[in-house]
């Protein structure tokens, strides 16, 4: 019974972190490939079947297939969340040209995002 629990738990923990990434693609506050990884992570000890989903997904799948391999981020999709924040962030920040103190805010969670990003591993080159 206490593994049916624990199986129930990850399942219901993955498919949040699977919610919240999709939320993050919406909104760039929230950071998409960490719930991914760690949606991943949960559907591995749990759930065979939604793991194979998450790696066989068309649009990050290959970009969970390399972390669960090496544990790396391509340079290419760095550099596309990069350009994501900038822009997301630049709207918002636009947006609350009325409220210095939030767009101070904002400004220090996007070099926070931007430093996790730029701070994982990428896979060597031949």
Request: with cysteine; proline share 6%.
């Amino acid at each position: 019974m206490k593994k049916t629990i624990q199986k129930n738990l990850f399942i219901s923990l993955g498919w949040l972190f699977v919610i919240l990434a999709v939320i993050g693609v919406l909104i760039p506050i929230l950071p998409t490939t960490p719930f991914l990884i760690l949606a991943l992570a949960l559907f591995a000890k749990s759930s065979p079947k939604f793991h194979q989903m998450l790696i066989d997904h068309p649009w990050f799948g290959s970009l969970l297939r390399q972390w669960e391999k090496n544990r790396t981020v391509s340079r290419r999709i760095k550099i596309r969340a990069s350009v994501l924040i900038a822009l997301s962030f630049s709207v918002s920040i636009a947006v609350l040209q009325d409220n210095p103190l939030l767009q101070t805010m904002l400004i220090l969670i996007a070099i926070i995002c931007l430093y996790y990003i730029w701070r994982l591993k990428e896979p060597n080159r031949p």
